[in-house]
């Protein structure tokens, strides 16, 4: 055993070499064929692009904090690891270097830029994983996947070409959200809606016949160039006669209908929109009920094209200040109103999104979601914080159909060939894929035209959202779509826990994807997992958002390398209310950070006092016997002592406590658990109160002492581990006769043990701690020297409590600074000092001057007061008739019991009080 423990916790070295050690032993890797029970989960893939952010850091310590939790259960535990190619993120990164040096995607052309996305990610693709090292991830490193990799870009093949032969995927011509930045179609749930004030613009359309005009309201001048009716709804009695007619468009000159519909809101400007086939989703249906022209008058980038006229070749925005300019100055333009309303933008770059008509690729939703509804909603996917299961089932019965397709070269492209000849489109004839110059691609496309038999084929040139393949990841991780040892054994997965912010990116894709592509008999063997949490996010200590705009954003690993992983992941967890977001603060990492430090003091302490023992001629080997190494406890000819079986018994307790809240996901609770019977119960009492047995002069007592210490040690240290890894194995692999073991990691878990249980220690160890407890305040009232022993006197009517006491004086003497301690039976009688009234004891500390007594009514009054006011909440809250329908019948009996002891412990503060105030008068 390695006893030099150096003075200073210093979490650094520590965990970084730790870390390393964990990842070059192997330790975490998963067996397929290992008997027994299983606990499977995968990453949420970070992007490659990426670095940890503190929302990766709680979602990450919740996640090890279980894996390391059901690994030491005894379970097979996966935690397959890996990252997400990330299609735009990434290929703006790499278009960013390329403008370093001058050149564009474009100008590469796409081959060469693959090759240089590759090149950048075997470059700077592997800091996120060297990042997950150092938090101490517990993942099976073996298994680590990237989803270009070619067996999950095989998958990815083979769920496009099922989804598409089964008809459920589909290329048209539709309304998609388009990024000018980008350049690319978005998805729904890509776009943010941002409140912006706005104008709106009230623009004189002329009626073809020049008889008059109608005032059309629009949000976006630019588009009108794209104009192809005027709408009305077909009741409003102020245009039911213009229906019919044609209205001369302004700066166009071409003439276009008024239609009648009754999507027309009457209310909404004058009445009368502007119908934009090609740039707005509502109008795009419109158009279809009346066969309108569907014109686009914009490029790709976000500027005006030759169908705008005179205004190609601007930016859209730019066209707009010309095109208003321009009405104003032909009489066209009625007025200007301020207008706040809601402007998508891009979520990758911010730009503001544009509706437009684009030919993409969708996948069918409905059918798929049929089934996702199904599971959530019978509850074979149990979805944490309940709350979030109706947001969830809202969405799905609401859902569209999916735009799957994105204008990007990074990422899987679509196996589908285009023939020159016919327009016709035919599949890859399989999913298998071959290797070229280190990247996957399909390996088997069409010979000919499935149609005409044409071979001038081109591939389609798109790629396929992110969010399609990161939608196959807990089985494609597994070896799908082939019958592997891994998708067997590990699939469903056990749970999955991520964001609530992706909830509908994600863990609802995954949910379709899974139960439509993967195998089984019954839908609950191809769930993808068995339940799933959605942790809340990380905000600023006054529950600010994180953003960088707001220059409040806090960086994990700056946090790590000031005050160690442990510190910032026990914070994280112990600030983990399910629903609840975090309030993280520099000053709660610091109080976990103490947290550490108090551990590694006790374990200093430990260490460093064995040599007394040592110098008396027992060795360590004695001191590591087989109880010790099994973590049980050791009796003495006599028995246990009384702090020994009150913490075998708290340890039993507490483990159940810890076990029950991490099964249903209530991280702060059991991060509390933990922490305050690690601190409290074994640094502030135990440690303290062993302290006469570890140093006694009968080798016998002494030597059981240092075992069941030790022996409680290990448990602690083990309880504390899925929380704070690295402290606990640094600790833990020095304690004695420790050569063969590998890591904490691989050790068991505490559990509740009946056998443990010790009610009637676990009530005099609580008395007596009441009585520490009543001197030190009192001490601490009275502003008495902390270090002098003074005299005092306990008085109880009760045996039981006199003999406890007598049997304990010379642990009360230690631990309350009190010697001698009298022990009377009946009332304490006359006497100077401060006296402290319970329902069991009275106790009085002398004192060497007589006590102020006016100041001791003015206390005895003040304690009064906070005892009525305790006494009538406990009262009030039980009379509540809802209170009792709902709490168990224990909970009402504890607080039944409590009020009986306050009120005995105010009845004789009372008398103490009238004897004082009747002796002062």
Same mark, same amino acid.
């Given at each position: 055993?390695?006893?030099?423990?150096?003075?200073?916790?210093?979490?650094?070295?520590?965990?970084?070499?730790?870390?390393?050690?964990?990842?070059?032993?192997?330790?975490f890797?998963?067996?397929?064929?290992?008997?027994?029970?299983?606990?499977?989960?995968?990453?949420?893939?970070?992007?490659?692009?990426?670095?940890?952010?503190?929302?990766?850091?709680?979602?990450?310590?919740? #996640?090890?904090?279980?894996?390391?939790w $059901?690994?030491?259960l005894? =379970?097979?535990?996966?935690?397959?690891?890996?990252?997400?190619?990330?299609?735009?993120?990434?290929?703006?990164?790499?278009?960013?270097?390329?403008?370093?040096?001058?050149?564009?995607?474009?100008?590469?052309?796409?081959?060469?830029f693959e090759?240089?996305?590759?090149?950048?990610?075997?470059?700077?693709?592997? $800091?996120?994983?060297?990042?997950?090292?150092?938090?101490?991830?517990?993942? *099976?490193?073996t298994?680590?996947?990237?989803t270009?990799?070619?067996p999950?870009?095989?998958?990815v093949?083979?769920?496009?070409?099922?989804?598409?032969?089964?008809?459920l995927?589909?290329?048209?011509?539709?309304?998609?959200n388009?990024?000018? $930045?980008?350049?690319?179609?978005?998805?729904?749930?890509?776009?943010?809606?941002?409140?912006?004030?706005?104008?709106?613009?009230?623009i004189?359309?002329?009626?073809?016949?020049?008889d008059?005009?109608?005032?059309?309201?629009?949000?976006r001048?630019?588009t009108?160039?794209?104009?192809?009716?005027?709408?009305?709804?077909?009741?409003?009695?102020?245009?039911?006669?213009l229906?019919?007619?044609?209205?001369?468009?302004? +700066?166009?000159g071409?003439?276009?209908?008024?239609v009648?519909?009754?999507?027309?809101?009457?209310?909404?400007?004058?009445?009368?929109?502007?119908?934009?086939?090609?740039?707005?989703?509502?109008?795009?249906?419109?158009?279809?009920?009346?066969?309108?022209?569907?014109?686009?008058?914009?490029?790709?980038?976000?500027?005006m094209?030759?169908?705008?006229?005179?205004y190609?070749?601007?930016?859209?925005?730019?066209?707009?200040?010309?095109?208003?300019?321009?009405?104003?100055?032909?009489?066209?333009?009625?007025?200007?109103?301020?207008?706040?309303?809601?402007?998508?933008?891009?979520?990758?770059?911010?730009?503001?999104?544009?509706?437009?008509?684009?030919?993409?690729?969708?996948c069918?939703?409905?059918?798929l979601?049929?089934?996702?509804?199904?599971?959530?909603?019978?509850?074979l #996917?149990?979805?944490?914080?309940?709350n979030?299961?109706?947001?969830y089932?809202?969405?799905?019965?609401?859902?569209?159909?999916?735009?799957?397709?994105?204008?990007?070269w990074?990422g899987?492209?679509?196996?589908?060939w285009?023939?020159?000849?016919?327009?016709?489109?035919?599949?890859?004839?399989?999913?298998?894929?071959?290797?070229?110059?280190?990247?996957a691609?399909?390996?088997s496309?069409?010979a000919?035209?499935?149609?005409c038999?044409?071979?001038?084929?081109?591939?389609?040139?798109?790629?396929?959202?992110?969010?399609?393949?990161s939608?196959?990841?807990p089985?494609?991780?597994?070896?799908?779509?082939?019958?592997?040892?891994?998708?067997?054994?590990?699939?469903?997965?056990?749970?999955?826990?991520?964001g609530? *912010?992706?909830?509908?990116?994600?863990?609802a894709r995954? #949910?379709?994807?899974?139960?439509? +592509?993967?195998?089984?008999?019954?839908?609950?063997?191809?769930?993808?997992?068995?339940?799933?949490?959605?942790?809340?996010?990380v905000?600023?200590?006054?529950?600010?958002?994180?953003?960088?705009?707001?220059?409040?954003?806090?960086?994990?690993?700056?946090?790590?390398?000031?005050?160690?992983?442990?510190?910032?992941?026990?914070?994280?967890?112990?600030?983990?209310?399910?629903?609840?977001?975090?309030?993280?603060?520099?000053?709660r990492?610091?109080?976990?950070?103490?947290?550490?430090?108090?551990?590694?003091?006790?374990?200093?302490?430990?260490?460093?006092n064995?040599?007394?023992?040592?110098?008396?001629?027992?060795?360590?080997?004695?001191?590591?016997?087989p109880?010790?190494?099994?973590?049980?406890?050791?009796?003495? =000819?006599?028995?246990?002592l009384?702090?020994?079986?009150?913490?075998?018994?708290?340890?039993?307790?507490?483990?159940?406590?810890?076990?029950?809240?991490l099964?249903?996901?209530?991280?702060?609770?059991?991060?509390?658990?933990?922490?305050?019977?690690?601190?409290?119960?074994?640094?502030?009492?135990?440690?303290?109160w062993a302290?006469?047995?570890l140093?006694?002069?009968?080798?016998?007592?002494?030597?059981?002492?240092?075992?069941?210490?030790?022996?409680?040690?290990?448990?602690?240290?083990?309880?504390?581990?899925?929380?704070m890894?690295?402290?606990?194995?640094?600790?833990?692999?020095?304690?004695?006769?420790?050569?063969?073991?590998?890591? +904490?990691a691989?050790?068991?878990?505490?559990k509740?043990r009946?056998?443990?249980?010790?009610e009637?220690?676990?009530?005099?160890?609580?008395?007596?701690?009441?009585i520490?407890?009543?001197?030190?305040?009192?001490?601490?009232?009275?502003?008495?020297?902390p270090?002098?022993?003074?005299?005092?006197?306990?008085?109880? =009517?009760?045996?039981t409590?006199?003999?406890?006491v007598?049997?304990?004086?010379?642990?009360?003497?230690?631990?309350?600074?009190?010697?001698?301690?009298?022990v009377?039976?009946?009332?304490?009688?006359s006497g100077?000092?401060?006296?402290?009234?319970?329902?069991?004891?009275?106790?009085?500390?002398?004192?060497?001057?007589?006590?102020? $007594?006016?100041?001791?009514i003015?206390?005895?009054r003040?304690?009064?007061?906070?005892?009525?006011?305790? #006494?009538?909440?406990?009262?009030?809250?039980?009379?509540?008739?809802?209170?009792?329908t709902?709490?168990p019948?224990?909970?009402?009996?504890?607080?039944?019991?409590?009020?009986?002891?306050? =009120?005995?412990?105010?009845?004789?503060?009372?008398?103490?009080?009238?004897?004082?105030?009747?002796?002062?008068s």
């Amino acid at each position: 055993m390695n006893r030099e423990i150096p003075k200073a916790y210093e979490p650094q070295e520590i965990e970084k070499r730790l870390s390393r050690e964990w990842v070059e032993a192997n330790l975490f890797a998963a067996d397929a064929a290992a008997p027994g029970p299983l606990f499977s989960i995968v990453i949420p893939p970070p992007n490659v692009t990426g670095s940890i952010h503190i929302g990766h850091m709680l979602e990450h310590t919740q #996640i090890d904090i279980l894996v390391r939790w $059901r690994r030491m259960l005894g =379970a097979n535990t996966l935690w397959l690891p890996g990252t997400d190619h990330a299609g735009i993120a990434t290929q703006v990164v790499v278009e960013r270097e390329l403008a370093k040096e001058g050149l564009t995607r474009v100008g590469l052309g796409r081959e060469e830029f693959e090759r240089r996305v590759w090149q950048w990610k075997q470059q700077s693709g592997g $800091r996120i994983r060297e990042q997950m090292i150092r938090l101490g991830d517990s993942c *099976d490193w073996t298994r680590e996947r990237f989803t270009l990799d070619p067996p999950l870009y095989r998958a990815v093949l083979e769920a496009f070409l099922r989804l598409y032969r089964e008809g459920l995927i589909y290329r048209g011509r539709y309304m998609v959200n388009w990024c000018p $930045r980008c350049q690319t179609a978005l998805s729904d749930l890509e776009v943010v809606h941002v409140e912006r004030a706005g104008k709106l613009w009230h623009i004189r359309y002329p009626l073809a016949d020049g008889d008059g005009y109608l005032v059309v309201a629009t949000t976006r001048p630019e588009t009108m160039l794209g104009d192809t009716a005027v709408a009305v709804h077909p009741e409003d009695e102020r245009y039911r006669a213009l229906v019919g007619r044609k209205i001369r468009l302004p +700066l166009v000159g071409r003439e276009i209908p008024i239609v009648a519909d009754e999507f027309v809101d009457r209310e909404f400007g004058t009445g009368a929109v502007k119908v934009t086939p090609a740039h707005d989703p509502n109008d795009f249906e419109l158009g279809k009920r009346h066969n309108l022209e569907q014109i686009d008058v914009m490029t790709d980038d976000g500027r005006m094209n030759d169908r705008a006229g005179a205004y190609a070749g601007l930016d859209r925005f730019v066209a707009r200040g010309r095109i208003v300019e321009d009405l104003r100055a032909q009489g066209l333009l009625e007025s200007i109103t301020n207008h706040t309303h809601a402007v998508g933008v891009c979520d990758r770059c911010k730009t503001d999104v544009e509706p437009r008509l684009s030919t993409q690729w969708f996948c069918s939703m409905k059918p798929l979601a049929e089934p996702a509804i199904r599971v959530v909603r019978e509850g074979l #996917i149990p979805v944490v914080p309940e709350n979030q299961k109706k947001i969830y089932l809202d969405w799905m019965e609401n859902i569209r159909d999916w735009c799957i397709s994105r204008q990007l070269w990074w990422g899987h492209r679509i196996p589908i060939w285009h023939c020159a000849d016919c327009g016709e489109m035919t599949p890859a004839r399989d999913s298998q894929v071959e290797i070229v110059n280190g990247r996957a691609r399909a390996a088997s496309p069409p010979a000919r035209c499935g149609k005409c038999g044409g071979s001038k084929l081109t591939q389609d040139p798109d790629v396929l959202d992110t969010w399609f393949s990161s939608g196959l990841w807990p089985f494609s991780t597994l070896g799908w779509p082939d019958d592997t040892p891994d998708l067997r054994k590990f699939y469903p997965t056990s749970l999955l826990i991520s964001g609530y *912010d992706i909830l509908f990116f994600w863990d609802a894709r995954m #949910i379709m994807l899974g139960l439509h +592509l993967t195998a089984g008999e019954r839908i609950e063997d191809r769930i993808p997992f068995r339940s799933l949490y959605l942790h809340a996010l990380v905000r600023d200590p006054h529950g600010v958002k994180m953003s960088k705009t707001r220059g409040n954003v806090v960086d994990p690993l700056e946090v790590i390398e000031k005050y160690g992983t442990d510190a910032l992941r026990f914070t994280l967890a112990i600030g983990a209310a399910p629903g609840t977001d975090i309030a993280l603060s520099e000053e709660r990492i610091q109080g976990y950070r103490a947290f550490a430090n108090k551990i590694w003091n006790a374990a200093r302490f430990l260490f460093v006092n064995l040599e007394k023992i040592e110098e008396a001629g027992v060795s360590l080997e004695e001191l590591a016997a087989p109880d010790v190494r099994a973590a049980a406890p050791h009796r003495r =000819a006599g028995n246990l002592l009384l702090v020994e079986r009150w913490m075998y018994s708290r340890l039993a307790r507490v483990a159940g406590e810890v076990n029950q809240a991490l099964e249903e996901f209530r991280f702060h609770e059991a991060a509390h658990i933990v922490y305050h019977f690690f601190w409290h119960e074994f640094c502030d009492w135990y440690i303290e109160w062993a302290k006469t047995p570890l140093s006694s002069a009968d080798r016998e007592e002494a030597v059981a002492a240092w075992r069941n210490l030790f022996a409680i040690f290990d448990l602690a240290l083990r309880l504390l581990h899925p929380f704070m890894p690295f402290l606990t194995e640094e600790l833990w692999l020095r304690l004695p006769n420790r050569p063969e073991a590998r890591s +904490l990691a691989l050790e068991s878990y505490p559990k509740l043990r009946e056998e443990w249980l010790d009610e009637s220690a676990e009530r005099d160890v609580a008395l007596l701690q009441e009585i520490v407890e009543a001197a030190r305040k009192l001490r601490a009232e009275q502003k008495l020297d902390p270090k002098k022993k003074l005299p005092a006197d306990l008085s109880t =009517a009760d045996l039981t409590v006199r003999r406890l006491v007598e049997t304990n004086l010379d642990a009360l003497a230690r631990l309350g600074g009190i010697s001698p301690l009298r022990v009377h039976d009946g009332s304490l009688g006359s006497g100077a000092g401060t006296v402290h009234s319970a329902s069991r004891f009275d106790l009085r500390i002398g004192q060497e001057e007589p006590a102020d $007594r006016e100041a001791e009514i003015a206390r005895l009054r003040k304690q009064d007061e906070k005892l009525a006011q305790n #006494i009538e909440s406990k009262r009030n809250r039980l009379a509540d008739d809802a209170f009792r329908t709902r709490a168990p019948e224990h909970v009402v009996k504890q607080m039944e019991a409590s009020i009986a002891e306050l =009120a005995a412990e105010r009845e004789k503060l009372l008398a103490r009080l009238a004897q004082l105030e009747s002796s002062h008068s």
